[in-house]
């Protein structure tokens, strides 16, 4: 079981990121990531339907053997963890808490803003994480355009840079200190958040700090691969094209990405 690969699944390429993180940390370490292309973006859906698609994905990736659940998608991990950890036997790991923890110890204002999609926004699952802290103010702004310059392998354009100015001037006014990153795709646009924000705002993203979550989790479950595992990193989506998602994979990710298998996951019963 220690060398059956982590499950790392996200609504779309937002999630390499994470997945990188991972590796860097655990290089030993088998993945298996599966991006819900078919149903991308999950930010402006509702968050039924999210449920339902998320859940499909993640009973995929326990069929196939999986060790342990990254879910690498912030608008998922809002709209179903409890569910998941419900559901599975094997640990969940997701990115919300991660970067909320790295963001109280990271403000020195106790000024914090939050930027992701319409659905995460929405749940407030990052503002009220944060704002148990009453020392602590949040702004918290929808990005969507965001997610649609990523998929699209569009991250550092005028249009990008024009679109980032719009959505954060409101945190820019507000003085945060700190900008957390609430959505997997933003940091391929960490160029023009930066730029924008200002050399004395802290970004923070959840890669990192969720790739630390999952290597305390396997530590403290005896799950980590043997000292002779060979890695394997293996890619699946669930869109109608495999050549999209290598091509923006290749862009992203900076590295080698040869194969993606396209798969369909099943239609499941859940409580209404």
Known sequence: MNDAPIGIFDSGVGGLTVARAVSALLPRESTLYLGDTAHSPYGPKPIADVRRYSLEVLDTLVDEGVKMLVIACNTASSAMLRDARERYDVPV?????????????????????????????????????????VNLRVWAQACPRFVDFVEAGVTDSPEVLAVAEEYLAPLRHAGVDTLVLGCTHYPFLEGAISYVMGPDVSLVSSDTETAKDVYRQLVSRDLLAGPDAVAHHDYQATGSSADDFLRLAHRLMGREVSTVRLVQTGAIDLPR
Not at 103 to 110: C, I, L, Y
């Open 93 to 133: 790991v997701e990115v919300i808490n991660p970067a909320v923890r790295t963001a109280m110890s990271t403000t020195r204002n106790g000024r914090i803003g939050v930027i992701g999609t319409e659905g995460t926004i929405a749940s407030r699952a990052y503002q009220d994480m944060l704002e148990v802290n």
